[in-house]
């Protein structure tokens, strides 16, 4: 039985066997709430993006590293291009913020691909496994997941934002449950050996400002 509280509200999941009783179940959620009380504490303390209203020289960050949005205006195709400092966004006159704002999510969303491609090639190869596939998506209570079903890891969009090393343990972590479906001692165990620093990178990804929008590893 594993038991998260889950970013910006608290939300408890418990993962338990389907023949495991509900009483047997409820014993163990209220055992664990001091623990949840100060999950819930921690998240409420856990600073914030600011909200991106898309207006030159905001700040917006790509795989941890801040760069400052510059905006031009083109009667061409709305682009995006990173420089060492900023990232040109190139748009007509008039366009919609809704626009904007999925422009830029796919953007994320192709440079976040390109380094998972590698990071999942080389993960797989190291922890012995193959034919594992991957998605990327908004999610709002996690940083990824894995279907054991399909044999498939989902991330989080928001990733793109992060510290490589971030994204890298988010995905030794979620391969790691190609093994082991719950966090027992197992599941550490070989994450361990994969990933010694996992602790450390988690701590890391856990103390960044999360998302502006409602959704600890």
Known sequence: MHLSVY???GEVVISAPL????DIVRVYTISKLSWIKKQREKLQ???REPKREFLDKESHYLFGKRYLLKLVE????PSIQLKSTSIILSIPKGISKPKVKKLFEDYYKSELQLKT???MASAQKK?????????IRKMKTRWGSYVPGKKKVWL?????????DCIEYIIYHELTHAFEKTHSAKFKSILSKNLPNWRELRKKLNQLPTAH?????
């Open 7 to 9: 970013p910006p509200n």
């Open 19 to 22: 023949r495991m009783r509900k």
């Open 45 to 47: 303390k856990q600073e």
């Open 74 to 77: 083109t009667k061409s195709k």
């Open 117 to 119: 491609d590698k990071i």
């Open 127 to 135: 922890m012995g496994l193959s034919n594992i596939t991957y998605g």
């Open 156 to 164: 989080n969009t928001e990733l793109a934002k992060k510290p490589i």
């Open 213 to 217: 929008v409602d959704w600890q590893y």
